[in-house]
T-cell receptor, first 120, second 117 residues
Framework: AQTVTQSQPEMSVQEAETVTLSCTYD???????LFWYKQPPSRQMILVIR??????QNATENRFSVNFQKAAKSFSLKISDSQLGDAAMYFC?????????????????FGKGTKLSVIP | EAQVTQNPRYLITVTGKKLTVTCSQN?????MSWYRQDPGLGLRQIYY???????DKGDVPEGYKVSRKEKRNFPLILESPSPNQTSLYFC????????????????FGPGTRLTVL
């Protein structure tokens, strides 16, 4: 089974600065998908960014970018120009590709989360 | 608007009183799933469904039931709730990659905060 590890339970960043959240995962598969989800105080799960393992180019979405190191099984999230609205719990998640032989492989496996605080 | 809805959003109940949390999506997704979120544990999958009448257990299925009689609905049933089922519950849906519609990300409902006394 795949595991996802977020080693930083809490982090803080000064407004307008840059912060990087770490995520590592364990898998024997060569093709998979990685996600970062944001959970603000409203508790809604919001997709921040997605990376397909077969793509070498790191995904970016406005102020959010990832550093995907496939060999190291590392998938960190960088938030640039941090804003107060970025304060939230961030979850890293792993998903196998299509359920070729069993639906269990299609499960989304989450890390335990990193709570990000933004200091004005 | 494409969305996943859950009801109720908040529920306080007592041990042993059967309850159902409804989940509905309007995106024609094949795949639907239930998660529970507990402090320090992240989100863990309870049950999932690949399509109508196709359901299977996730990592923490004990004490829960589901059904998928229609594509859009995936209710979570607690036949005899216990205090250890106090949690935040999320329903989610997505395409199956094999459907050719891509995407892969799961869309989440707003969550249901359940307290079992």
């Amino acid at each position: 089974a795949q595991t996802v590890t977020q080693s930083q339970p809490e982090m803080s960043v000064q407004e307008a600065e840059t912060v990087t959240l770490s995520c590592t995962y364990d898998t024997s598969e060569s093709d998979y998908y990685l996600f970062w989800y944001k959970q603000p105080p409203s508790r809604q799960m919001i997709l921040v960014i997605r990376q397909e393992a077969y793509k070498q180019q790191n995904a970016t979405e406005n102020r959010f970018s990832v550093n995907f190191q496939k060999a190291a099984k590392s998938f960190s999230l960088k938030i640039s120009d941090s804003q107060l609205g970025d304060a939230a719990m961030y979850f890293c998640a792993y998903r196998s590709p299509a359920a070729y032989s069993g639906a269990g492989s299609y499960q989304l496996t989450f890390g335990k989360g990193t709570k990000l605080s933004v200091i004005p | 608007e494409a969305q996943v809805t859950q009801n109720p959003r908040y529920l306080i109940t007592v041990t042993g009183k059967k309850l159902t949390v409804t989940c509905s999506q309007n995106m024609n997704h094949e795949y639907m799933s239930w998660y529970r979120q507990d402090p320090g544990l992240g989100l863990r999958q309870i049950y999932y469904s690949m399509n109508v009448e196709v359901t299977d257990k996730g990592d923490v299925p004990e004490g829960y039931k589901v059904s998928r009689k229609e594509k859009r609905n995936f209710p979570l049933i607690l036949e005899s709730p216990s205090p250890n089922q106090t949690s935040l519950y999320f329903c989610a849906s997505s395409w199956l990659v094999t459907s050719g519609k891509g995407g892969n990300e799961q869309f989440f409902g707003p969550g249901t905060r359940l307290t079992v006394l």
